[in-house]
């Protein structure tokens, strides 16, 4: 189970930090988001090893990271744009969780909207 916290309304240029706790530990750890009318893209994960990978359109402005406890997965995000308004999923997989068949397991999302 992976229970996403942190979503909400934010101005364009602003910052928030996404949070997510899985029940168990697992390998690798992500985030994909969902902009209204558009498919699931990734936006950057992260591997128990530290190894992170992350989208051309967020790099530079998102921070993936780790609890110390490896279940635990954050994504700070700064210098948002209007374009990173979506619906954003926590997922849990095998490395590398490059797209969405590639996540096996699925949060509920959280909102995030740029205005």
């Known amino acids: 189970q992976l229970v996403e916290s942190g979503g909400g309304s934010v101005q364009a240029g602003g910052s928030l930090t996404l949070s997510c706790v899985a029940s168990?530990?697992?390998?690798?750890m992500g985030w994909f988001r969902q902009a209204p009318g558009k498919t699931r893209e990734g936006v950057a994960t992260i591997a128990n090893d530290g190894t992170v990978d992350y989208a051309d359109s967020v790099m530079g402005r998102f921070t993936i990271s780790q609890g110390g406890t490896k279940n635990v997965v954050y994504l700070q995000k700064n210098r948002l744009q209007d374009e990173d308004t979506g619906m954003y999923y926590c997922v849990a997989g095998l490395w590398p969780i490059t797209g969405v068949r590639d996540a096996v397991y699925w949060g509920q999302g959280t909102q995030v909207t740029v205005s």
């Open positions: 168990a530990s697992v390998c690798c």
